[in-house]
């Protein structure tokens, strides 16, 4: 496997630019000529759908679920960052850019991270022209609010409903181009291979949900917009649907895994409620704005929350990091409540959770104003918890929330098999080794939007007037890989639910793999996931057959992928003998307990090539240089 | 708790299908509903049967894929999605009645599950704004009042889940569209359109064989998010507008509104 | 692209339109029958008037007109959602209140209709219609001018003294109430009021209305059922009703009437 990453030459600030003049473009008339194929209608996917078909390309558009619309990007709440200074506070490309690396802990690729913040605020601009409500102040003008971490107001919202506001916004781009019969729509189909001939990527097999019927795709170019991976922790913010099955087949068809252990716990979920927990829901870190994170002094306070008097409360941030209090980053602020939680303080049943306390916004800013900006998530929490947060704190608990890592790809997007295109957080481009709040959305959109209609012509310009037609052998030997493990799922006939494997990989996965790792813990868990594979094959029951919907079967599938994956993410977090963002391994921190970085040996993206299944991965290094932001110890004191 | 579920089960689009009943015991009031159905799944698959199909995905109440009609209600007795209602709604020894949407416009596709790809078709039709990808101005040159935006929202929070329709006396979407065209029509940016689009949002809503509105609101008693029938007043006021504009437009022998 | 009303939409639209001109006619029609309570004359000039003139043509084909594209258009749309749900619910609750009003638009519809098409056949064409006949059947009305016209107000005190025969009406009334109590307000909200405060008028208006009409269409059979007035008119008609006879020789076939 050879690591290009094709960064352009010259200043970081001309690169982009740079770039787009010196890439092969193709002629209009010549675009119809192309197939594409976008698996994922989120805001990667959608986004990127819609704008190739507006190029001319011809474009078939798959997802899992019933409609484009319901994709997972859909439930991002606080918002989107936009380097737009509108409130001429001192915001800049340049800072959003600084901020995005440091944020990342210097593990992410400068000059894509510069090229993201270089088009974030044209994103903004295309949103609004879409008619995306984001929020307004009075006079008109667009609204701002500051977000976990930044120093600057550079975060553009939709009430609590950002996510939901964008997708739709790319939804109905995606519906303009179906109408107009530029995009064909392929709901309910799962991707489940994909097709490679001479190396480069001609094609998918999908399964269709509702049938089962296999069938393959052909087209010039495949572009991976399937999410993120939580869901191997299998209690995570992610829909039940995410997963991780297009990237892991993809990268067992050659595609680079970059950075796997690189996950994100997001410090503002519901803590779990019992056993019976399907998925955590996440509460927007928007509310670390004015809410304030404590635990009781007294290990054993037995008094209701707001009944617990100013004095027993440690403001256990505010203590520790007096200067940024209540919004140090989101690692920072998952591991002290974690750390709390370990050592006694934390509170609920489960002694898992800290309060999140409104009480003091409420004094300072008003009920009604809080209600104004809070209102959709405080009814939210009341909803499910049935506790009124504007009477009683909030209780809340980290939960892994979003994967840094992913397919690894150029700066093209392009992965390591040519031609297979990976975006949004389904590459592992921007965030280094921890995304900063509001970033997610930007760089989903940013990928589809505006580099990927500029990039793909590089390498589509190649294969003008190429035939690709889905007769070619490939095709057929690859429908029978997917038929033949399909069948094999359905054979196992044992005797344990495919619910049952999942959530055992995410006990492990939680324990070893979570917001802390070490030494010992990671060899444990490999063996026990290695174990738990090879009792997957053996236990497995998936009822049902695979001509029909079935459930059970999509479930088995993708928790086998799952298991695969999370053995590679405990090698990747025993390779990175050092703690950055995401990744924090307990042998490596400061006298404060803070991430120790080992700039020396690992500042570099570990790719992960795979070489079957029994055999080890081997593991590439793109090595990363830092030739504008300055490499720090992160320090939020 | 201890529960007797009634559950419409029905193998595929073309069968009959029928309820059947279960018994669960031992359900936590603090498990959500749909947690209960998985419980549910587990025990019918742990005794070798197919497991119950129904559609979930976010389980936070926003992407708007999950949707059973308990009790004779869409989403049940919560105010929220159905992922949304948890077992603290419900007494020790109910017995519920479980089933899916019910409209021609979404057809069942096996046991809870239905199609609502007739919403997607909808919104094809017309309900975006025409703006190619690079073309946008900046998005402060046209200022937009905040109560505009309030407005817009009332439409665009709309999730898509069907419950308008599954509510409505007539299976009608009136609701639905009315959210899309609503939301695009008192945005600035969304006026040039105004016309065409919610013609053609109108005859496709028709023509996927939803009903028409009698003005009875219960799509709005249950809708999840909270989108108001204000917005099908305003959308048959946009379609009337319409309507007399494109006929003049047609006597004056231009016919520029219709694709 | 023409005013075709090819959507529910359109169609509910001109259900609306022509709802609200229904209104119109009926708060005429209620004006003009006041003059009952004034007594026999008045009623039967007003009467006489409007029949008489030319333009009645012209307005009773407007009025075909609007109470038909309402029936056609409510049938259409009453049948189009009909259609949109062939397999219901197993159980069924619904939140909004009263729904059984909504629900009950079709049929207390459909009662009206029935009633209009039962009072038309037993006034406006009921006896006295035909002029040459009027003597025979008893129906003349002598005015203080002495110009023959249809006792009409006869008419009325003969049927609504009848008590079965006001109670059929008053339950048509009632039908009509409930039909109205609904239909207000739907209509306001079908023609696009979308302001909260007008809406709110326009309910209040629409129960408002729904009583008016009822009670005021209704206190006419109630008046004549609850009073049984005599009938003077009559022998002052059947004085005259030599003469007439001598001004048509041939006089029109007698039908059994149920006046006698």
Same mark, same amino acid.
């Given at each position: 496997?050879?690591?290009?990453?094709?960064?352009?030459?010259?200043?970081?600030?001309?690169?982009?630019?740079?770039?787009?003049?010196?890439?092969?473009?193709?002629?209009?008339?010549?675009?119809?000529?192309?197939?594409?194929?976008?698996?994922?209608?989120?805001?990667?996917?959608?986004?990127?759908?819609?704008?190739?078909?507006?190029?001319?390309?011809?474009?078939?558009?798959?997802?899992?679920?019933?409609?484009?619309?319901?994709?997972?990007?859909?439930?991002?709440?606080?918002?989107?960052?936009?380097?737009?200074?509108?409130?001429?506070?001192?915001?800049?490309?340049?800072?959003?850019?600084?901020?995005?690396?440091?944020?990342?802990?210097?593990?992410?690729?400068?000059?894509?991270?510069?090229?993201?913040?270089?088009?974030?605020?044209?994103?903004?601009?295309?949103?609004?022209?879409?008619?995306?409500?984001?929020?307004?102040?009075?006079?008109?003008?667009?609204?701002?609010?500051?977000?976990?971490?930044?120093?600057?107001?550079?975060?553009?919202?939709?009430?609590?409903?950002?996510?939901?506001?964008?997708?739709?916004?790319?939804?109905?781009?995606?519906?303009?181009?179906?109408?107009?019969?530029?995009?064909?729509?392929?709901?309910?189909?799962?991707?489940?291979?994909?097709?490679?001939?001479?190396?480069?990527?001609?094609?998918?097999?999908?399964?269709?949900?509702?049938?089962?019927?296999?069938?393959?795709?052909?087209?010039?170019?495949?572009?991976?917009?399937?999410?993120?991976?939580?869901?191997?922790?299998?209690?995570?913010?992610?829909?039940?649907?995410?997963?991780?099955?297009?990237?892991?087949?993809?990268?067992?068809?050659?595609?680079?895994?970059?950075?796997?252990?690189?996950?994100?716990?997001?410090?503002?979920?519901?803590?779990?409620?019992?056993?019976?927990?399907?998925?955590?829901?996440?509460?927007?870190?928007?509310?670390?704005?004015?809410?304030?994170?404590?635990?009781?002094?007294?290990?054993?306070?037995?008094?209701?929350?707001?009944?617990?008097?100013?004095?027993?409360?440690?403001?256990?941030?505010?203590?520790?990091?007096?200067?940024?209090?209540?919004?140090?980053?989101?690692?920072?602020?998952?591991?002290?409540?974690?750390?709390?939680?370990?050592?006694?303080?934390?509170?609920?049943?489960?002694?898992?959770?800290?309060?999140?306390?409104?009480?003091?916004?409420?004094?300072?800013?008003?009920?009604?104003?809080?209600?104004?900006?809070?209102?959709?998530?405080?009814?939210?929490?009341?909803?499910?918890?049935?506790?009124?947060?504007?009477?009683?704190?909030?209780?809340?608990?980290?939960?892994?929330?979003?994967?840094?890592?992913?397919?690894?790809?150029?700066?093209?997007?392009?992965?390591?098999?040519?031609?297979?295109?990976?975006?949004?957080?389904?590459?592992?481009?921007?965030?280094?080794?921890?995304?900063?709040?509001?970033?997610?959305?930007?760089?989903?959109?940013?990928?589809?939007?505006?580099?990927?209609?500029?990039?793909?012509?590089?390498?589509?310009?190649?294969?003008?007037?190429?035939?690709?037609?889905?007769?070619?052998?490939?095709?057929?030997?690859?429908?029978?890989?997917?038929?033949?493990?399909?069948?094999?799922?359905?054979?196992?006939?044992?005797?344990?639910?495919?619910?049952?494997?999942?959530?055992?990989?995410?006990?492990?996965?939680?324990?070893?793999?979570?917001?802390?790792?070490?030494?010992?813990?990671?060899?444990?868990?490999?063996?026990?996931?290695?174990?738990?594979?090879?009792?997957?094959?053996?236990?497995?029951?998936?009822?049902?057959?695979?001509?029909?919907?079935?459930?059970?079967?999509?479930?088995?599938?993708?928790?086998?992928?799952?298991?695969?994956?999370?053995?590679?993410?405990?090698?990747?977090?025993?390779?990175?003998?050092?703690?950055?963002?995401?990744?924090?391994?307990?042998?490596?921190?400061?006298?404060?307990?803070?991430?120790?970085?080992?700039?020396?040996?690992?500042?570099?993206?570990?790719?992960?090539?795979?070489?079957?299944?029994?055999?080890?991965?081997?593991?590439?290094?793109?090595?990363?240089?830092?030739?504008?932001?300055?490499?720090?110890?992160?320090?939020?004191? | 708790?201890?529960?007797?579920?009634?559950?419409? !089960?029905?193998? &595929?689009? @073309?069968?009959?299908?029928?309820?059947?009943?279960? %018994?669960?015991? #031992?359900?936590?009031?603090?498990?959500?509903?749909?947690?209960?159905?998985?419980?549910?799944?587990?025990?019918?698959?742990?005794?070798?049967?197919?497991?119950?199909?129904?559609?979930?995905?976010?389980?936070?109440?926003?992407?708007?894929?999950?949707?059973?009609?308990?009790?004779?209600?869409?989403?049940?007795?919560?105010?929220?999605?159905?992922?949304?209602?948890?077992?603290?709604?419900?007494?020790?020894?109910?017995?519920?009645?479980?089933?899916?949407?019910?409209?021609?416009?979404?057809?069942?596709?096996?046991?809870?599950?239905?199609?609502?790809?007739?919403?997607?078709?909808?919104?094809?039709?017309?309900?975006?704004?025409?703006?190619?990808?690079?073309?946008? !101005?900046?998005? &402060?040159? @046209?200022?937009?009042?905040?109560?505009?935006?309030? %407005?817009?929202? #009332?439409?665009?929070?709309?999730?898509?889940?069907?419950?308008?329709?599954?509510?409505?006396?007539?299976?009608?979407?009136?609701?639905?569209?009315?959210?899309?065209?609503?939301?695009?029509?008192?945005?600035?940016?969304?006026?040039?359109?105004?016309?065409?689009?919610?013609?053609?949002?109108?005859?496709?809503?028709?023509?996927?064989?939803?009903?028409?509105?009698?003005?009875?609101?219960?799509?709005?008693?249950?809708?999840?998010?909270?989108?108001?029938?204000?917005?099908?007043?305003?959308?048959?006021?946009?379609?009337?507008?319409?309507?007399?504009?494109?006929?003049?437009?047609?006597?004056?022998?231009?016919?520029?509104?219709?694709? | 692209?023409?005013?075709?009303?090819?959507?529910?939409?359109?169609?509910?639209?001109?259900?609306?339109?022509?709802?609200?001109?229904?209104?119109?006619?009926?708060?005429?029609?209620?004006?003009?029958?006041?003059?009952?309570?004034?007594?026999?004359?008045?009623?039967?000039?007003?009467?006489?008037?409007?029949?008489?003139?030319?333009?009645?043509?012209?307005?009773?084909?407007?009025?075909?007109?609007?109470?038909?594209?309402?029936?056609?258009?409510?049938?259409?749309?009453?049948?189009?959602?009909?259609?949109?749900?062939?397999?219901?619910?197993?159980?069924?609750?619904?939140?909004?209140?009263?729904?059984?009003?909504?629900?009950?638009?079709?049929?207390?519809?459909?009662?009206?209709?029935?009633?209009?098409?039962?009072?038309?056949?037993?006034?406006?064409?009921?006896?006295?219609?035909?002029?040459?006949?009027?003597?025979?059947?008893?129906?003349?009305?002598?005015?203080?001018?002495?110009?023959?016209?249809?006792?009409?107000?006869?008419?009325?005190?003969?049927?609504?003294?009848?008590?079965?025969?006001?109670?059929?009406?008053?339950?048509?009334?009632?039908?009509?109430?409930?039909?109205?109590?609904?239909?207000?307000?739907?209509?306001?909200?079908?023609?696009?009021?979308?302001?909260?405060?007008?809406?709110?008028?326009?309910?209040?208006?629409?129960?408002?209305?729904?009583?008016?009409?009822?009670?005021?269409?209704?206190?006419?059979?109630?008046?004549?059922?609850?009073?049984?007035?005599?009938?003077?008119?009559?022998?002052?008609?059947?004085?005259?009703?030599?003469?007439?006879?001598?001004?048509?020789?041939?006089?029109?076939?007698?039908?059994?009437?149920?006046?006698?």
């Amino acid at each position: 496997m050879i690591l290009d990453s094709k960064i352009p030459e010259g200043p970081i600030e001309k690169k982009w630019t740079k770039h787009k003049f010196d890439g092969s473009l193709v002629n209009p008339s010549n675009k119809r000529k192309f197939d594409i194929i976008v698996v994922g209608t989120g805001l990667a996917g959608g986004s990127a759908a819609a704008t190739l078909a507006e190029l001319g390309y011809k474009v078939k558009s798959f997802c899992i679920q019933d409609s484009p619309r319901r994709a997972h990007s859909i439930a991002a709440q606080g918002g989107i960052n936009a380097a737009k200074n509108y409130q001429n506070d001192g915001d800049s490309v340049y800072r959003l850019f600084y901020d995005t690396v440091k944020g990342g802990d210097y593990r992410a690729r400068e000059a894509n991270v510069y090229r993201l913040a270089e088009v974030s605020a044209n994103i903004i601009d295309q949103c609004t022209a879409q008619g995306v409500p984001f929020a307004r102040e009075y006079s008109g003008y667009l609204a701002n609010r500051s977000f976990g971490g930044a120093q600057v107001s550079r975060t553009f919202y939709a009430r609590g409903q950002t996510g939901q506001q964008l997708l739709i916004g790319a939804y109905q781009a995606l519906s303009r181009q179906i109408g107009l019969g530029n995009v064909e729509l392929f709901c309910r189909h799962e991707m489940l291979d994909l097709v490679t001939i001479d190396g480069h990527a001609r094609g998918i097999v999908t399964r269709n949900l509702l049938n089962g019927e296999l069938a393959t795709h052909a087209a010039h170019a495949v572009l991976l917009c399937t999410g993120g991976y939580s869901n191997v922790f299998n209690l995570s913010t992610n829909g039940m649907g995410s997963n991780v099955t297009a990237s892991w087949r993809c990268h067992k068809r050659g595609a680079g895994f970059a950075n796997p252990c690189f996950t994100q716990i997001h410090p503002t979920c519901l803590p779990q409620s019992g056993p019976h927990q399907s998925k955590l829901t996440l509460m927007s870190e928007s509310l670390r704005n004015d809410g304030r994170i404590w635990v009781p002094k007294n290990k054993d306070e037995k008094r209701p929350a707001n009944q617990i008097p100013e004095e027993d409360r440690d403001y256990y941030l505010e203590r520790i990091y007096p200067a940024f209090g209540n919004l140090v980053p989101r690692d920072v602020a998952s591991r002290a409540a974690k750390r709390m939680c370990d050592d006694g303080y934390g509170v609920n049943e489960t002694g898992l959770a800290v309060y999140l306390d409104f009480k003091s916004a409420i004094e300072r800013m008003g009920h009604a104003a809080v209600e104004k900006k809070y209102g959709n998530l405080f009814e939210m929490y009341e909803q499910i918890t049935g506790d009124n947060p504007y009477e009683t704190p909030m209780m809340i608990y980290p939960a892994v929330h979003y994967t840094m890592g992913g397919v690894w790809v150029d700066y093209n997007l392009m992965t390591s098999v040519p031609g297979l295109f990976a975006l949004g957080e389904a590459n592992f481009s921007d965030h280094g080794a921890n995304r900063l709040g509001a970033s997610a959305l930007m760089q989903g959109l940013a990928d589809g939007y505006f580099v990927i209609p500029n990039t793909i012509g590089n390498y589509l310009a190649d294969f003008l007037n190429v035939e690709v037609d889905a007769s070619a052998p490939e095709f057929e030997e690859t429908l029978k890989n997917v038929q033949d493990f399909t069948e094999r799922l359905l054979n196992v006939n044992g005797d344990k639910t495919p619910q049952f494997f999942h959530r055992e990989l995410g006990k492990i996965m939680w324990e070893y793999c979570g917001m802390s790792r070490t030494l010992e813990g990671l060899n444990k868990a490999i063996d026990m996931i290695q174990e738990l594979r090879k009792d997957f094959w053996e236990q497995v029951r998936v009822p049902g057959d695979c001509k029909d919907i079935n459930q059970a079967l999509e479930q088995a599938g993708r928790i086998s992928d799952f298991i695969e994956l999370g053995e590679l993410m405990c090698k990747d977090a025993l390779n990175r003998e050092e703690s950055c963002g995401g990744h924090f391994r307990e042998e490596y921190q400061t006298e404060n307990n803070e991430a120790l970085r080992n700039d020396e040996d690992y500042s570099y993206t570990a790719v992960w090539e795979f070489k079957g299944l029994d055999k080890e991965h081997e593991l590439h290094k793109e090595p990363l240089t830092f030739d504008y932001v300055k490499l720090a110890q992160r320090n939020y004191k | 708790m201890k529960l007797t579920l009634k559950i419409w !089960r029905q193998k &595929n689009a @073309k069968d009959a299908g029928g309820f059947k009943s279960y %018994k669960l015991d #031992d359900i936590s009031e603090h498990s959500s509903f749909l947690e209960m159905l998985d419980t549910l799944n587990q025990q019918i698959m742990n005794s070798g049967d197919e497991p119950i199909v129904f559609e979930s995905d976010c389980r936070e109440g926003i992407c708007g894929v999950c949707g059973l009609v308990i009790n004779g209600v869409p989403h049940g007795p919560g105010r929220g999605t159905t992922c949304q209602l948890h077992m603290r709604s419900f007494k020790d020894g109910d017995e519920i009645t479980i089933e899916p949407w019910r409209a021609d416009a979404f057809p069942i596709m096996k046991d809870l599950m239905v199609d609502r790809s007739a919403f997607d078709r909808i919104i094809q039709s017309g309900g975006y704004i025409s703006v190619n990808t690079g073309s946008a !101005r900046d998005a &402060n040159e @046209k200022l937009i009042p905040q109560k505009d935006i309030e %407005k817009a929202f #009332d439409g665009a929070q709309c999730i898509g889940c069907g419950a308008c329709v599954a509510a409505c006396k007539n299976a009608s979407a009136n609701l639905f569209t009315a959210a899309k065209v609503s939301h695009l029509v008192v945005l600035p940016q969304g006026k040039v359109e105004r016309s065409e689009r919610v013609i053609n949002m109108v005859e496709q809503h028709d023509k996927e064989g939803f009903g028409s509105c009698s003005n009875q609101t219960e799509c709005e008693a249950v809708c999840p998010v909270g989108v108001t029938v204000s917005n099908i007043s305003r959308m048959n006021r946009e379609y009337a507008r319409a309507k007399v504009k494109n006929f003049f437009n047609a006597t004056r022998g231009g016919d520029k509104c219709k694709k | 692209m023409s005013l075709t009303p090819n959507t529910n939409i359109a169609k509910k639209i001109l259900t609306a339109v022509s709802g609200l001109l229904i209104f119109g006619f009926l708060t005429g029609h209620f004006l003009g029958n006041l003059l009952l309570f004034v007594g026999a004359e008045p009623f039967n000039i007003y009467a006489h008037q409007l029949t008489s003139n030319p333009l009645i043509y012209l307005a009773e084909l407007i009025l075909v007109i609007i109470f038909g594209s309402h029936i056609v258009t409510g049938i259409q749309v009453t049948l189009a959602s009909r259609g949109a749900r062939k397999k219901g619910y197993e159980v069924r609750n619904e939140r909004t209140p009263k729904s059984w009003i909504v629900k009950s638009m079709p049929y207390t519809g459909t009662i009206i209709f029935l009633f209009i098409i039962f009072h038309i056949i037993s006034f406006k064409f009921g006896p006295g219609f035909d002029e040459s006949a009027r003597i025979n059947e008893g129906m003349l009305y002598l005015t203080m001018e002495g110009e023959p016209i249809r006792d009409l107000y006869k008419l009325v005190v003969v049927r609504f003294t009848n008590p079965a025969y006001s109670i059929f009406y008053v339950i048509a009334m009632i039908s009509m109430g409930i039909h109205i109590a609904h239909a207000f307000q739907s209509a306001i909200r079908t023609l696009g009021v979308t302001n909260k405060t007008y809406y709110q008028l326009a309910q209040k208006a629409s129960i408002a209305l729904a009583v008016v009409f009822t009670v005021g269409f209704s206190s006419f059979p109630l008046y004549f059922m609850v009073s049984q007035p005599e009938l003077a008119v009559i022998e002052e008609v059947e004085t005259v009703e030599s003469e007439v006879i001598e001004m048509n020789e041939v006089p029109a076939s007698i039908e059994e009437l149920d006046v006698k």
